[in-house]
């Protein structure tokens, strides 16, 4: 079975800051794909990010990046120049063949002045 | 926002109570999710359907059913509610394989008293 692990229950960052996010994972396939979502606070969750793991670029997206390590199964989120709508619950997932997410137990980001 | 639709947001119910919570969405997505939201924000998933007249259990052992009679609805439902039930439910739908994202409802927090 998968398993994803986010070790980092909270965290702080200042408006306009960098703010990295760990996600660890393990499985035995091959073929999958690694998703960072955001739920804020009352709202919707939505996708941040995708990677494939098949690819060896970090996915980017506007602010967002990942540092896809895939020997290590890590699967880190850096948030630049964080804004005040950055904060959030934040969950790595997994998904493969079986097209079901499995997600951590997520990161809760708070942005300060 | 996604095209998917959750009500209620807010049930409050007495235990033994029978409940209903609707899921719709109108992306004409195949697939679709059930997630159970703990206090502490983990996410499990407890039912999904691949298609119309296809149910299966999730990862973790759920009391409610599902049926998904229509491409559009999937209800999730509660013959006796308890208090071990209170929780957030989150309906997700995706239009195809693995590399799709999941499109999340708003959630039904549900209290039973």
């Known amino acids: 079975a998968q398993t994803v692990t986010q070790s980092q229950p909270e965290m702080s960052v200042q408006e306009a800051e960098t703010v990295t996010l760990s996600c660890t994972y393990d499985t035995s396939e091959s073929n999958y794909y690694l998703f960072w979502y955001k739920q804020p606070p009352s709202r919707q969750m939505i996708l941040v990010i995708r990677q494939e793991a098949y690819k060896q670029q970090n996915a980017t997206e506007n602010r967002f990046s990942v540092n896809f390590q895939k020997a290590a199964k890590s699967f880190s989120l850096k948030i630049s120049d964080s804004q005040l709508g950055d904060t959030a619950m934040y969950f790595c997932?997994?998904?493969?063949?079986?097209?079901?997410?499995?997600f951590g137990t997520g990161t809760r980001l708070q942005v300060t002045l | 926002e996604a095209d998917i639709y959750q009500t209620p947001r807010y049930l409050v119910i007495g235990t033994g109570k029978k409940i209903t919570l609707e899921c719709s969405q109108t992306m004409g997505h195949d697939k679709m999710y059930w997630y159970q939201q703990d206090p502490g924000m983990e996410l499990h998933l407890i039912h999904y359907?691949?298609?119309?007249?296809?149910?299966e259990k999730g990862d973790l052992s759920s009391e409610s059913t599902v049926s998904r009679i229509r491409t559009e609805h999937f209800p999730l439902t509660l013959e006796s509610a308890r208090p071990s039930h209170t929780s957030q439910y989150l309906c997700a739908s995706t239009p195809g394989g693995s590399h799709y994202e999941q499109y999340f409802g708003p959630g039904t927090r549900l209290t039973v008293t």
């Open positions: 359907s691949y298609g119309v007249n296809s149910t």
């Open positions: 997932a997994y998904t493969g063949t079986a097209s079901k997410l499995t």
